[in-house]
């Protein structure tokens, strides 16, 4: 029997083979420290402006944004105001009575869908006149629409086949189709004629569409090829002796809009029209909107150096520069009326340790 008063406490001490720090031998892994690098950047300690927002800097932030922002919003206002533009909806007033009576008279072969149309000029139109129709309730963003194209087939005519994206509308009588897909198959195909009492007014078609999509998206070799000939028509057709880059309304109209309510150029309007003068337009309405009760509308339109009429971009900027202004006088008001003293900057942290450590 050990007599040994130490024994017990000696049994729970931890010998040198049990891990210590010192020990050669020891078995448990060492423990990687996660701690990244120490660096100022990583830290956040590198010099940097912390100013403070003391009232008169916020007010004169909001006074710089005020004076800044108003005349641009009357600027660009005034010059949307400048715009003369007349929309006309004219696919109701074209064919009258119920939904099922206009779609069985946009698909009769045999109806006269002829429409004529009068629009008051009631403020003098400057050259160019643009005009568009426009469509509302109509999805072409709508992902299988999107992508029932082929892009390859479009640019080159070694790529006539490539029509494995264009289904439903790839192949007709078992022959390709060329332009395939349904955003070709749905092309627009009203047209219009418009006229004013001293004489006609010539609609410019040329250059209507994007150069960067004549030039590299649509090849000067390809043909339209069997093009709406299978059992369901869906839009207008194409001239087959005209290459695919040079038929600029199916160029525009294949560049589809994010939004339902679109709006593609159709022409151009290289004269001047007087105020007062009555222009007689001649429809000729073609186009299937009824099924799905979509709209057609007729707009002509000028342009300012800003563009079309657009009155968001000036509201905006004045609604931004009103509110600051509004902003700036309720500080300035409280400033004044009931002050408050600012504490001493140089008791803040990064005053007292400018380096951070």
Known sequence: MNSNPSTPMNAHAPSSS??????????????????????????????????????????????????????????????????????DRYDNACVPGSKSQKVQHIQ????????????????????????????????????????????????????????????????????????????????????YSLSTSNSQLTINKRHISWKSDRDEKFGSEVYPKNFQNGGLIGGGRLNESIPLNEQEDLIVWMRTAALPTFRKLYGKIEVDIEAGETINVVVENRYNTYSFSGKKKLVLSTTSWLGGKNNFIGIAYLAVGGLCFLLATTFTIIYLVKPRHLGDPTYLSWNRNPGGH
Not at 148 to 161: I, M, T, V, W, Y
């Open 18 to 87: 049990s891990g210590g720090a010192g020990s050669p031998d020891s078995n448990t892994p060492r423990r990687n420290s996660k701690r990244p690098k120490y660096s100022r950047f990583t830290q956040q300690e590198l010099p940097a402006c912390k100013p403070i927002l003391t009232p008169k800097w916020v007010i004169s932030a909001f006074m710089l944004v005020t004076i800044v922002f108003i005349p641009i919003g009357l600027t660009t206002l005034f010059a949307s105001r400048d715009v003369v533009e007349i929309i």
């Open 108 to 191: 009769s072969a045999t109806s006269n869908k002829t429409c004529i149309r009068s629009l008051t000029v009631r403020k003098r139109m400057k050259q160019p006149i643009y005009v568009y129709y426009q469509l509302d309730n109509f999805y072409q963003n709508h992902r299988r629409y999107v992508k029932s194209r082929s892009d390859q087939q479009l640019r080159n005519r070694g790529d006539e086949n490539d029509t494995s994206t264009c289904k439903p509308e790839n192949e007709a009588n078992g022959m390709t189709i060329v332009p395939c897909g349904l955003v070709a198959w749905s092309l627009f195909n009203d047209t």
